[in-house]
């Protein structure tokens, strides 16, 4: 057997990158593209006699760095492909057709990534014949095909032909095959050199293969891979490379630096983001998607337009609220430019608030008990001798899910009154507590703010609502000369239509998301009982849609980077948290039952 790899392309879409050298010159995590393939083309059985490579753009370059490395392992030949500017890779595959039809073939293109045992596979399989495909992912583009339950291809879906509406049936070639010679000479050649005189050179060899099995449905089958691969066409597809390919060791820390994105690695199960499992329904998602196209064609409305929204969905006046390109952007305003003095935080906590101060205007909080909790009063008796202008208190608080119930956050506002404290409620989780699913826990009431002018409400959308893609905050306090400060400070545009429409019909959904949370608090009680069961980890109760766990036999780090290894599951390693004594804690959210199920599989096989 041999192999041909295509590698004739000038790799435009990679700009600078390959201004000098071809794509499969790139490297991914410090190994070049042509290195890492002709490496696992050494190491399969039955090993290949030669590797025939195609060049043509930046050929000498390519030729001599490959020079003689390889010669102990590897049979390696040149075809120069000199018009590789004017010509696609049926052309290039054309050029060595002679040798095609000479024994059995594996066909690469050279700007691949993947893993190593996707050439055993297909190399051991018994079909003479075959196509390496994967279910279509968003990332995908090129050529799909569409098979039967036999692994058939039925037919080649070239991109002019592509529909959306039928990606559940689509599968992407993963652009390697297996062709035996008698199919090369008997078939794939004759067909190939009849449509290059027909439609020309600048066209792709995958379209010969369309015709063939228009005619013939059994001339070439599928084998479907579950294995990480992908196609680099540009530098966002470098970076994402990057990431799947990391080393072991690197690779947890290359996800959490992306900072969520993670629809780009559909085989990832997240549970180090949070979300409501049980909303949007698919009735809200539907209406969405049918005024999807208006949305996208119109601007958004401005800061007045969505404080009335805001106003509508939360029942307080539309001068006590703002609404914000996530609570983040909020959180930016308020902290950097509306705290003077010192700041009282109770920590582990949620990061983003200290980051937005200097460590000298915070005054910290630990709580002495082994799982985090705290009361009010213990709050007041802490913070009552320290000399401080805002106190923050996250309700539930993150990662530890600590929940001070509302009359006891109320009795905390009118103490803080009496200190002269502006108290910071963050209640973006309260509607996750047992008794807030119908957002009784809220402080979002006229009556409520107006009657405690020292506080302020911050609430995240994405985080309870489960449209973390939407960007949503809101803030609100009764302070209407503050609120008016910081609507001057944001963008007029801060929100998108999408978000804009979002709070505009939410109302009549209202009821859905409460039946959501309820539903939500029944899974997250079944998920603390069978965490439980691990018994090498503590879990701590919690009110919010997450647990914080004590592990006794790994690290933070050690569990999540076995869990993302072995399960390709993301938690949260809390060891970079401030108040932690060790490194032994992690936060795990709460998904719907089949998710928080794999996850428990995946703690017990550890």
Known sequence: MQAIILAAGMGRRLGEMTRNNTKCMIEVNGVKLIDRMLTQLSEITPKLNRVVIVVGYKAQNLIDYIGSRYQDRLSIEYIENPIYDRTNNIYSLALAKEQLQSQDTLLLESDLIFDASMLQNIVSNAEPNLALVAKYETWMDGTMVCIDDQGNILNFVPKSAFRYQNVDTYYKTVNIYKF???????????????????????????????????????????????????????????????????????????????????????????????????????????????????????????????????????????????????????IKCFMENHTDGKVGVVFPTFEEYPNRLDSDSIVQYIPSSEDFKYTAQDLKDFFGNKNISTLLLINPDNPSGNYIPKEQVLSLAVWCASKGITLLVDESFVDFTTTGATGANTLLTNDILESNQNLMVMKSISKSFGVPGLRLGVFATANTELISKMKKEVAIWNINSFAEFFMQIYEKHEADYFKACSQFVVERERFYNALQQIDWLTVYPSQANYFLCKLDRYSGHQLADLLLRNNNILIKDCGNKKAFKNNCYVRIAVRDTKDNDCLISALKQL
């Not at 992908?230 to 966002?236: H, K, S």
């Not at 470098?238 to 629809?263: C, E, S, V």
């Open 180 to 330: 035996s010679k008698e199919f090369s000479r008997n078939q794939y050649v004759p067909f190939l050199e009849a449509y290059s005189r027909a439609m020309g050179n600048n066209e792709y060899y995958e379209q010969v293969l369309r015709i063939i099995t228009a005619l013939d449905k059994s001339s070439i089958k599928a084998l479907v891979v579950n294995e990480p691969w992908y196609e680099i066409d540009d530098v966002q597809d470098l970076d994402i490379a990057q990431t799947i390919f990391a080393p072991q060791n690197d690779k947890l820390a290359m996800y959490h630096k992306r900072y969520g994105g993670y629809w780009r690695f559909p085989q990832m199960l997240d549970f180090c983001y949070l979300v409501n499992p049980y909303y949007p329904t698919e009735r809200l998602r539907s209406e969405l998607k049918a005024n999807f196209d208006v949305l996208l064609e119109q601007y958004p409305s401005g800061m007045a337009v969505n404080s009335l929204l805001a106003s509508k969905n939360f029942g307080v006046k539309s001068d006590y609220i703002l609404v914000g390109n996530g609570a983040s952007e909020l």
